[in-house]
Nanobody
């Protein structure tokens, strides 16, 4: 069983930066997508970024491309999301997730079966 624990959220002003971390307990092999999702109040959960554990291929939602960076430290069993140039519309609960296999779009919510508890990011204008 895989356990995911996020941290690093907080409150920042627009233009600021944060780095989210997700510590992974349990075994994840090289055939998994690991991803960050977010959910704002009253909105559906949406994919932000994903990384393939086999070759570190990454994908980003259009709304964050060029501002956010996903990375994985295998030695520390940790997934990161660097958030730069934050905007008020980035305010949401951010979740770490993992899924086995390459089938389908990497940021499709329903494909993921392992989730963390979330960390809140609040950006003020």
């Amino acid at each position: 069983q895989v356990r995911l624990v996020e941290s690093g959220g907080g409150s920042v002003q627009a233009g600021g930066s944060l780095r989210l971390s997700c510590v992974v307990s349990g075994y994840i092999d090289s055939r998994n997508w690991m991803a960050w999702f977010r959910q704002a109040p009253g909105k559906e959960r949406e994919g932000v970024s994903a990384i393939w554990t086999g070759d570190s291929t990454t994908t980003y939602a259009a709304s964050v491309k060029g501002r956010f960076t996903i990375a994985r430290d295998n030695d520390k069993n940790t997934l990161y999301l660097q958030l730069n140039s934050l905007k008020p519309e980035d305010t949401a609960m951010y979740y770490c997730a993992a899924r086995y296999g390459a089938t389908g779009y990497p940021l499709e919510v329903r494909k993921y079966n392992n989730w963390g508890q979330g960390t809140q990011v609040t950006v003020s204008s």
